[in-house]
């Protein structure tokens, strides 16, 4: 009997063991959840805005809201399930405003916010996850550490180039990987060919909010991903070109 015994414990001991062993290989699938990073009052401002455009004969500038601005500021306003409402406020050296108010969902990204600059994206998404739940969502590049708004912080990177006929359209975003807010972009867009000649270039980066407290010493800085590939320009305006050729709509209304 002590030895049916021993013999069954030794075959559970061995089903154990593979099955510890099955589940310590088979892959693991992380699940991407969808909350807002951010809450009501939260405020972020952008300064170092730049924006720059040439043509020959477009109709229009598509960085032409970022033309002549001093700053850009974001205000969360309200917060509901994957739903954030915020107002944008475009600031003028002459002390001139103008506001809007756009809702996005982080979770599918429905909203009236500009489908090329997410300006709030989930919290805590981290590279290679997409940025909304859709299988056409553009996905995270990096996440790495920079130093934004006087703290190191912890980024998610899309860093893109698109190939024109004649050209390209290099796009550049950063987010704060925690609360999900935009710390900065660059774009940097240009074509040239027997019809016309066509460049948009703009910047901007995170240089003030109340999400976290500003660092008073800091004996390492991290770089910044956005100041090494702004250099180059960014644009918020990413797919001019698109919107001048009539082939794509990347961004039309920022």
């Avoid at 807010?181 to 270039?201: C, D, E, K, P, R």
Wanted: charged residues 15%.
């Amino acid at each position: 009997m002590s030895g049916i015994l021993a013999r069954n414990h030794n075959v559970t001991m061995m089903v154990l063991a593979a099955i510890l062993l099955l589940y310590g290989l088979a892959p693991v699938s992380a699940v991407v959840t969808y909350k807002p990073g951010v809450k009501p009052g939260d405020t972020a401002t952008y300064g170092q805005v730049k924006a720059d455009w040439k043509s020959d004969n477009a109709p229009f500038s598509p960085v032409k809201d970022f033309l002549g601005i001093s700053s850009i500021t974001v205000s969360i306003l309200n917060v509901a399930e994957t739903d954030v409402t915020a107002r944008q406020t475009f600031n003028y050296p002459n002390g001139t405003t103008r506001s809007i108010v756009w809702v996005e969902d982080v979770q599918s990204g429905d909203g009236n916010m500009s489908s090329a600059i997410a300006w709030i994206i989930a919290g805590s998404l981290v590279a290679p996850d997409p940025l909304y739940e859709s299988s056409s969502a553009s996905t995270i590049g990096e996440t790495v550490q920079g130093v934004y708004a006087g703290s190191i912080r912890t980024v998610n990177i899309i860093n893109s180039t698109q190939p024109e006929p004649g050209g390209f359209c290099k796009f550049l975003r950063v987010w704060d990987q925690n609360t999900g807010i935009m710390l900065g972009f660059g774009l940097n867009y240009t074509v040239s060919n027997a019809n016309y000649h066509v460049s948009a270039s703009a910047s901007m980066q995170m240089t003030r909010t109340s999400l976290w407290t500003l660092l008073e010493h800091t004996t390492t800085r991290a770089p910044s991903p956005i100041f090494g590939l702004a250099v180059f320009l960014a644009a918020i305006a990413s797919a001019s070109a698109y919107a001048l050729h009539g082939k794509r709509r990347l961004v039309e209304d920022l």
